[in-house]
């Protein structure tokens, strides 16, 4: 069961009916002991956003990339198919493909030049006779494959334990949010290069939190808000919700926060894109019906699927990875995702509008990563203080509504409950959480899945 | 065979523009920045200007338009991005960033644009009232307690003017291969 450390501190989560409050322990955020588990128990057990099929389209296409700290090579084998392997020689350990990405039919260790075909065979071992063996050793020494991988709606995902869950019972509720994505246009979604790729000082689990956060939205970013208003665009948080999808997954549903390319037009967008999304939004109604075109087209959504991918559904497609590094470190990765026939006006106007709000340059992402680095200082106040009971940082907003079977808001901290209430099963401690008070029945009933 | 242009000076718009000048414009340029004059350092721009930083994966010919960016600005977004910075709303930098920008490695060209003949076949045309500035930048950078150094090029497009040189494109190209922990992009670079 991977690495298992002496026990970490519990409670992590102190959740309490009767006062209606919901405390996370602020050694979540900080503990080594947790970050090994972490790795141990969440990342060797469950599935994880790899990359997306589009990043290979051709045959002996690879990218190079390090999931829970392994480095993998992601790639398409001459005869089509997606693989994952381990990116370390079989021999004697070596980093095997050195490149971040390429095209290669065949990937040589320069160590001993061991080399292998893109499929995991093995195609030479320079002076085989040396073994004693040779065809059955040779067959033992192929490539490591990751030990699961399944691709939904293009997105690639895999498991280092064999024994997970097929992967869509695992996105359950999730899937069809990926799905709609997909059928936002006719002939589907691929990824550009131009991949955003930095570092932050956090928690990775303040980057889920973040994601899932409406209520930080006006104060954080003030400054973003007020250029979406001078351009002609009112922006509101009524009838903005959120949803606990299951299995540690998070839905924000957004009406309120700008404009979409070719779904929702506002006039920074400009008078020929209102006549290009006009004509976008009744193809969409033609191919996929008023209900379906709605969900699809007029709704913005911000989808977090446990425990490392990110799908901002906004203004444009962002795709975002995240990669604990150490408990205040995580590396992220983001990728456009754009329709693959695209008018290169609507294309050219989209990667602006994206790129003005995510990224380490953007408008807003930059005073976001300040916000969870600045959780990431700031909580070292209490640590080790003698009062424990400081240590906890509060997320009961909206427990009020909970407990009248109410729809948790956007504004709310819904979503970031059902992450952490997820993430302490998923941890394996025991006495991780304490439950105060009975879970009301209105919340036990799963209301707040779509 | 390869030649070294001369690259001491370039012609545009029926002025020889010098390599000293294109230097003292770039120098005062990091001065205006390092010192948070973002009004003074708009000025420097024509209007329509573009500021670009593209990701630490960007092959040379990429376009903007086509591919994902940090900093993908036209005009109405540089004026947004500005007036955000001069915010105390900017939370990311407030407090600003303490920057030391050194500025070298300047080289001078005519721009030409690929242009398609009639009959079919590219060629170089010299546009005539702009030209291309190349050099290279270290923004070290301090903030929260940390130091952090970005290294890299500037390709930028220049016009001459009767108040002197202006941006046309302001475009910074990171040599790293991805931006380290804490160095995000919240200041010009």
Known sequence: MGSNPRTAPAPMIVEDWDQLTFRVNREAYRSAEVFARERGWVWMHTWLYLGHETEIPNPNDFKARTLGGRPLIFCRDTAGEVHAFLNSCPHRGTVLCRENEGSTRLFQCFYHAWTFRNNGEVAAIPDAGAY?????????????????????????????????????????????????????????????????????????????????????????????????????????????????????????????????????????FGEDERIRTDAHRAEMTQRLGEQRAHHVADESHILFVFPNLLLFDIEGLSIRQLEPVAPDQTDVRAWQLVPRNEDPETRALRMKTVVSFVGPGGLATPDDIEAYEAVQRGIQATAGSGLPELDFSDMSRGMADEVKGVQGRSIDEGAMRGFWRHWVDAIGLDDGIEVNGERPASFLSGRDVR | MTAIDNRSSVECAGRTITRQEVEDFLYAEADLLDHWNYDGWLALFESGARYEIPTTDYRPGWSPHETGSFVDDDWPLLLARVKRLKSRKAHAENPHSRTHRLVSNVRLSAHTASVNSTNGTEHAESTEDCFRVAASFVVHRARDGRFDAYVGWYEHLLVPTEDGLRFRLRRSVLGHESLAAGARLSFIL
Request: aromatic fraction near 10%.
């Open chain 1, 132 to 268: 004693e063996s040779t065809d059955e050793f040779r067959a033992s020494m192929g490539l490591r494959s990751v030990p699961r991988l399944e691709i939904h709606e293009g997105f690639v995902f895999i498991s280092f334990d064999p024994d997970v869950p097929p992967l869509l019972e695992h996105l359950g509720d999730a899937a069809d949010y990926m799905s709609m994505i997909e059928q936002q246009h006719v002939g589907g979604m691929t990824t550009l290069p131009g991949t955003q790729l930095y570092g932050v000082r956090g928690n990775w689990k303040l980057a889920v939190e973040n994601a899932m956060d409406g209520y930080h939205f006006a104060p954080t970013h003030n400054t973003f808000v007020g250029y979406l208003r001078e351009s002609g665009y009112a922006v509101t948080d009524d009838n903005q919700y959120a949803y606990n999808l299951g299995n540690g997954h998070g839905l924000l549903v957004l009406t309120g926060h700008g404009g979409r390319i070719s779904m929702i037009w506002e006039p920074r």
